[in-house]
Every structure is written in C-alpha cells, then in structure tokens.
C-alpha cells in the first residue's frame, strides 16, 4: 500500500499564553501543500514492524514517529502488532516546521485505518495521533484548518485559495524548545490578526490571507537567523509573492503566488541559494 504524507504550513502562528501543564497555549492557522513524503507499507513474514527512510540519521526503531503511530493504532484496536514493513521516502526536509514526521504518522494511521476497512472515523483517527504528537490530529484531516490547545483542537476552514507556493528551507538548524524559551522571556511585539485572516479566507481572498500571514517565532530568533529568514521573504515579495512568513518554528519560508510563472522565477532564483526550494500547490 502507497501513500502520500503531505507538508503543512503555518499561515499563522500565535502563542497566547503558557499552560500549568508546561505546554503553551497556540493559535495557528495550518494548510497542507503537495510537497510530500511516500509511504509503502507491505506485510512481511514474522519479523515484527520494521521502518526504513531513505535518510540514515532517521530513526528506524519505534521512536521513528511513522512506528509508533502504528503501534499506538494496533494499541486502540486491541490488537498485538503486525508484521509490517514502513518504507519512508522521504522529501519533506526535517527538522525545518513543516511536520514532516507527524505528516509520516498520520500516513500510517490512514493506511491502516483503511486497509482495516475503516473503523475509526477521522476525528477518531485523529484523537489516536494526539498520542504520538500534537500536530498529528491535524496531519490526519489535513487541508486548511485553525488549530488550537497545543494543536490538536482542531476546527475546519474554508479552503485557501488555488495559488502556487514557493517554500525555501535555508541551511542552518533551529532549536524549537529554545525559541519557546525565547518567546517565554520577551514580550512579543508583533502577532498575527488570526481573526483577519479567517476573515479573508472565508471571504476567498487570496490577498487578504497573504498580506496577514505571520508567525511569532519570527521575531524571538536569534536576531542573525532572522535575519536570513527576512532575506528569503524579502526576496519571494520582491518576485512577486503577496505574502511571506515563517513556517512552525522554522527556519523553512514560505511565499503564496497567484501567477505561476513568478512562483517558478523565485523557485529559480532562491534554488541558487538553497538546495531545499520547492514550488508546490495547495493540497
Ligand atoms: P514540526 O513542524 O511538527 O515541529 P519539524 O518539521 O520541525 O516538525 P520533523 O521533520 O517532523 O520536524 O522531525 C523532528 C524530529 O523527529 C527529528 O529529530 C527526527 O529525527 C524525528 N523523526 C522521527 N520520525 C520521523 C520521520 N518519520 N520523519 C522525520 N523525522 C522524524
């Protein structure tokens, strides 16, 4: 069985508050976008669960989050696991906010949910993801969606949009605990008006959904890498994006056209840059 785990988007990003559990309180606006792992599960003999990536430094055991998802489904059905062989090809960048591995999971819950004749509904399949990572739930929906909570409070939106997006992973790593850190210390300057944003996309409005994408991380990083994410927003505005913004936390960027043949022209020119340049659709 082949399938596809699509890369999400933070066309928002928002962090009210810190939680007495330790976790923070977000608000962000998710979409899917065609950039997107393969999986293939195939049933083997007698040698357990087996995950494999076309990446070495991936985990390959259960902390590899496409296995334990598997583990966690069998877990609700009641079931010992299966033996099943997870071969992961992968092209969504990690470690960059684009829930690559959390996208993996929810691969597999949806093709053993589906291979089992469906017996759990989505919101089902979701709420079993929430154990193996709070960006899981929405992984499992995916489309356009505000999540809340620590991402796993999920409510659908109107879909962005038909645009094309130009996503750019720059080359250098971000600690995601240490820009909560970060966002826990400072007062942050700048948020995103989520509640235009919903505005504009239940009013269709490409324009009105770029021009409000932001994301806080944005401004809590070490002001050096900032300065190299403004570079690539800067540089997809100057070729004609009608917004730019920070994915997760980061360091990918991302900008949303309306033409296609700007979107190639800036894949073009930040492709000089970086390696990981994609163009990709709204999925
Ligand atoms: P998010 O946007 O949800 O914060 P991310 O894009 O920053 O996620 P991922 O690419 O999902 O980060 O990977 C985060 C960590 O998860 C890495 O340390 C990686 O080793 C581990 N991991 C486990 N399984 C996978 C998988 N199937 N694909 C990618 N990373 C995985």
Not at 93 to 113: K, T, W
Not at 124 to 131: H, N, S
Not at 145 to 159: C, F, K, S
Not at 246 to 264: C, H, Q
């Amino acid at each position: 069985m082949e399938v596809q785990a699509y890369a999400k988007l933070n066309l928002s990003l928002d962090i009210l508050g810190k939680r007495p559990d330790g976790y923070h309180e977000l608000r962000m606006v998710m979409q899917s976008i065609s950039l997107a792992d393969t999986l293939t599960l195939t049933e083997h003999g007698g040698e357990g669960l087996r995950v494999r990536a076309n990446l070495h430094f991936l985990p390959t055991g259960e902390r590899n989050l496409a296995a334990a998802a598997a583990l966690r489904f069998w877990e609700a059905r009641g079931q010992e696991p299966e033996d099943l062989d997870i071969a992961i090809e992968k092209r969504i960048p990690v470690c960059a906010g684009m829930a690559g591995g959390s996208s993996d999971a929810a691969a597999v819950l949806r093709a053993l949910n589906a291979r089992a004749g469906e017996p759990f509904s989505p919101l089902e399949l979701a709420k079993i993801g929430e154990r193996v990572g709070s960006d899981v739930p929405y992984c499992v929906l995916g489309g356009t969606a505000l999540a809340e909570g620590r991402g796993e409070i999920l409510t659908p939106l109107p879909p962005l949009p038909a645009c094309w997006v130009v996503v750019c992973k720059p080359d250098f790593p971000v600690s995601t605990p240490e820009l909560f850190a970060q966002a826990d210390r400072v007062k942050l300057r700048c948020r995103p008006d989520t509640r235009g944003l919903l505005a504009a996309l239940e009013a269709g409005d490409l324009g009105g959904v770029a021009r409000r994408m932001y994301n806080v991380f944005e401004d809590v990083m070490p002001p050096r890498l900032h300065a190299r994410v403004a570079e690539i927003k800067n540089e997809l505005i100057q070729r004609g994006a009608l917004g730019a913004c920070m994915s997760g936390s980061g360091p990918t960027a991302f900008g949303l056209f309306d033409r296609e043949g700007a979107a190639e022209e800036a894949r073009a020119a930040l492709r000089e840059r970086c390696r990981d340049t994609f163009l990709c659709r709204t999925v």
